[in-house]
């Protein structure tokens, strides 16, 4: 099959010298054109034509915020010579060579490429779909010229199962940005917002090639990479493989990346391949809630992506998208301007300037609450922060981790809470441990000065807590866990315990993303969480992306 692909390669290069195409990207009019291929054949690809779930109509508005034409081909003849932009998302077809050739002479001119792919097996609609990218012409060529290949691998997540692939729906997981200083995904890097992807492939990056410069963007650090087709079952035969890891065969869990981009340095054509094409879908990572992106990250990583792919100057692509809690957690102060109004103040009264408390702010969206601290000199590494909540727990964050006190002594991780320290100390505490009051009863930090002694400084009077109109753009309680989505469209009961004759603590909206902690002896219930809230959920009332009856068992209490 090698040799094969690269006698096609060799085909291609003959048809681009016959056709005589030369370098440099015609530019015939004021606005960049993009084209979206798209249609039954030959390709069979996610159309920006169709504005339903699967659709893509979303991403060419994106284009066309950033001042571009958007017009959608077959690929059936040669690319306009104006095109500036080239989109092929969600293929179920491997591009015959003909195509394949058309596309080689549109980049040859130096033109982008963005190419959202999806597993080599994948079902869609429960059909079992094989797109066979890696049969084609196309990928030794990008492989070659742009140093990223991509890999036959099915990401599946570490309590996938089976019957849960068949849907795509089941498959959704969290990719975060995998390197730090990368334009495209620094927002990401900096407020450690991921990316939702539905079913994803890897791939891998050679950073230097002959000719081409090429950055690794999104990455998984809990799914391994399925290889065994035999995995999927197809329309005329069941699954002959279990899903699971089988070593020397499969890709290991580990730093894999599922997005790049590069360009090829002596024309400037440029690319950028994703793994997932769900990620740019209507009704999945740029789904919305009224008018609201349910999953921001998704939005600033496409409109980010579609500025590069342009070629527009970093300092004109889009900002933030209004509305959210935009703080880093880097112990700088810098972003806190305009937040928490009311800050407490507190005399020089410790010797030691890093442990001296001086100033305290604190604010809470519909998440969080954030804390900011204050000290005479900069803190210490080893220095820890104590809240006083108001239901009398106790609240101690430090470099290792966070820990609430119950009133009766027992104390309780608490995973999604960060402290943060620089020229101030930043904390982050969910809302279903801070609670939603109005001020904090006592605010002091400390450190370990010796065994048996510590510094200590604490406020003189409450901290009061102001409310922000922003919301997280996301929630912390789902990094690493296994996840399930509320799925009625009357919404979903969040209950005190397993069972209808339980309180019901709050009504979740359909599409809110929670962790899965364990379940009911019977499996009818699962106790979930996220930054706001814990309890229990109906089974049947969730999608979940891992198998439930894998969760441990739980007492009603937990």
């Not at 792919?117 to 990218?133: C, G, I, K, Q």
């Not at 009061?464 to 919301?471: E, K, N």
């Not at 690493?480 to 209950?495: C, D, I, K, Y």
Request: hydrophobic share 45%; with cysteine.
């Amino acid at each position: 099959m090698r040799i094969l692909q690269w006698v096609m390669v060799g085909v291609i290069l003959v048809a681009l010298l016959a056709t005589g195409a030369s370098a440099g990207q015609a530019q015939t009019g004021e606005r960049p054109l993009v084209v979206v291929v798209e249609g039954r054949r030959p390709l069979d690809t996610a159309a920006m034509t169709n504005i339903g779930p699967a659709g893509i109509s979303r991403l060419a508005d994106v284009f066309r915020g950033l001042g571009a034409r958007v017009q959608f081909v077959r690929l059936d003849a040669p690319l306009p010579e104006e095109a500036q932009v080239v989109v092929i998302a969600r293929p179920l077809r491997s591009l015959p060579l003909l195509q394949v050739v058309y596309l080689w002479q549109y980049l040859e001119r130096g033109g982008s490429l963005l190419l959202a792919l999806d597993p080599e097996e994948f079902f869609l609609d429960r059909r079992n779909v094989r797109p066979r990218f890696n049969r084609g012409g196309l990928a030794p060529l990008v492989a070659q010229d742009f140093g990223i290949t991509v890999g036959d691998t099915f990401l599946a997540e570490p309590l996938a199962s089976a019957a849960l692939i068949e849907e795509l729906d089941s498959t959704y997981a969290l990719t975060f940005a995998e390197l730090q200083g990368e334009p495209i995904t620094a927002p990401l890097a900096r407020y450690n917002v991921p990316v939702w992807v539905w079913g994803a492939r890897s791939m891998t990056v050679d950073p230097l090639g002959m000719g081409s410069e090429a950055v690794p963007l999104l990455a998984t650090g809990t799914a391994y990479g399925e290889t065994d087709p035999g995995v999927f079952r197809t329309s005329t035969a069941p699954a002959v493989a279990a899903l699971q890891f089988d070593a020397g065969q499969d890709v290991p869990a580990g730093l894999l990346t599922v997005g790049a981009r590069a360009m090829r340095t002596p024309d400037g054509a440029r690319i950028a391949i994703l793994g997932d094409s769900e990620l740019l879908q209507n009704g999945y990572g740029l789904v919305r809630d009224g008018t609201v992106p349910r999953h921001p990250g998704n939005l600033v990583f496409v409109q980010r992506t579609a500025a590069w792919l342009l070629g527009l100057p970093e300092d004109s692509w889009p900002g933030l998208p209004a509305g959210w809690t935009w703080l880093a957690l880097d112990g700088d102060p810098a972003d806190w301007d305009g937040r928490g109004q009311r800050p407490a103040s507190d005399g020089e009264d410790v010797a030691a300037a890093g442990h001296d408390l001086i100033e305290a702010a604190a604010f809470a969206d519909n998440r969080y609450l954030y804390v900011l601290l204050r000290t005479r000199g900069a803190p210490p590494a080893a220095i820890w922060v104590e809240l006083a909540l108001p239901d009398g727990r106790t609240l101690r964050a430090g470099p290792d981790g966070a820990v609430v006190t119950e009133a009766d002594g027992t104390h309780t991780l608490v995973p999604d809470a960060a402290l943060a320290g620089g020229a101030a100390l930043e904390l982050r505490v969910p809302l279903r441990v801070a609670g939603t009051a109005r001020t904090l009863a006592g605010v002091c930090l400390g450190a370990e000065v010796s065994a048996d002694a510590r510094a200590v400084d604490c406020l003189e009077t409450p901290l009061a807590v102001s409310t922000a109109q922003t919301r997280a753009p996301f929630d912390h309680a789902l990094t690493g866990q296994p996840l399930v989505t509320a799925h009625s469209a009357n919404g979903v009961n969040l209950r005190r315990g397993p069972g209808l004759g339980t309180a019901i603590l709050t009504r979740l909206d359909s599409g809110t993303t929670l962790a899965a902690l364990g379940r009911s002896a019977d499996g009818d219930w699962i106790r979930v969480q996220d930054a706001r809230y814990a309890g229990w959920v109906a089974a049947y009332l969730v999608t979940p992306n891992a198998d439930l009856s894998r969760l441990p068992v739980l007492p009603p209490s937990e």
